[in-house]
Structures are given as structure tokens and as C-alpha cells.
């Protein structure tokens, strides 16, 4: 809380939108270590209208929605929400920041229910992720097995067509 107080309290009005986002994302973060759900999600969604471009923010709304996922791990809604925040921020990061989001990608996906509400999420997105991301997590992509299994075979096939090599 002494966190929150701290952000709550910052006088932003030399800070340019990022850096107000940021900021915003942060007491989302507090918010959300403190329990206080319902009013950290509206921190972190003022955070991104504020500026849609801050990988930071959207890395720690993914988290928020992965911390409620693991509280209740029928709530795919939320796993879905995650997914979909991590691949914003990994789409922002053009280096290797990106490699815990695409680990924790992988593991939501694993996570997938019958309906595949988890995989419809990356299916959307995973076009817009340069493929090189995820040819260090080949083994992960070719252990997948249910509903998941066609994420992985988009991205085998990406891969497969942009670097052959890699199969060889």
C-alpha cells in the first residue's frame, strides 16, 4: 500500500502520456497485489487508452489476468484476456524482452478448455509476432496434443516455410 500511496501521489504534469500510462499500469499492479481486482483492471484499461503503444502496461495487465486465472483455473476468460495482453506486449518488444511473454503464452495455451477459448485469442494474433520469437520453443510447440496443438501447428508451418533449416 505504501507503493500505491507513492504512485497515487506523484505529481505527473511533466510526464509525457507513456510515462503517465506507465504509471497508471503500476498502481494497477499495487491494486492488484492488494486484491482490489475490479479497480486495477480500470487502471490498467485507463493505462492503455491512455497510450496504446506501452508494452510495459501491457505486460502488467497480462499478469493481473493470469493472477486471476490462477485463483480460479476455470476462468478461461481470463487466461484468454492474458494471452491476449502478452501478445500486444511481445508484438511492442522487437527483441529478446519478448521470451517470458512467449513462455507464458505457452504455458496458458497448455491450459486451453474444449471450446478453445484460449487458442481463438492467439489465433488472432500470433500472425502479427515475428516468427523467430518462437523457434527457440520448437520443442514446447511440438509437445502440444489437444486444442492447442493448432496454434502450434501455425507456427511450426511459419517457421517451416521462413526458416527450413531449422528442420533439417
Keep these: ?42 487502471s490498467f484499461y485507463s493505462s492503455i487508452r491512455m497510450e496504446f503503444n506501452t508494452k510495459k502496461a501491457w505486460a502488467l495487465w497480462a499478469r493481473f489476468y493470469e493472477t486471476i486465472f490462477k485463483d480460479n483455473p476455470q476462468d478461461y476468460e481470463s487466461a484468454a484476456n492474458a494471452v491476449n495482453c502478452y501478445m500486444q506486449a511481445a508484438v511492442m518488444f522487437n527483441d529478446a524482452g519478448n521470451r517470458n511473454f512467449i513462455s507464458r503464452i505457452i504455458w496458458l495455451l497448455s491450459q486451453s478448455d474444449e471450446n478453445g477459448t484460449i487458442a481463438q485469442v492467439f489465433t ?40 527450413p533449416q531449422v528442420f533439417t
Design 1 to 42: 500500500s505504501m507503493g500505491l500511496d507513492l504512485v497515487n501521489n506523484v505529481n505527473t504534469i511533466y510526464f509525457t502520456n507513456a510515462q503517465k500510462a506507465e504509471l497508471m499500469a503500476l498502481r494497477g499492479a499495487f491494486l492488484c497485489k492488494m486484491r482490489q481486482f475490479e479497480k486495477a483492471e480500470a
Design 124 to 163: 488472432n494474433y500470433e500472425s502479427k509476432t515475428p516468427i523467430w520469437y518462437w523457434i527457440t520453443f520448437i520443442p514446447n510447440l511440438l509437445s502440444f496434443t489437444t486444442k492447442e496443438a493448432q496454434c502450434a501447428h501455425l507456427l511450426l508451418m511459419r517457421i517451416a516455410r521462413q526458416y
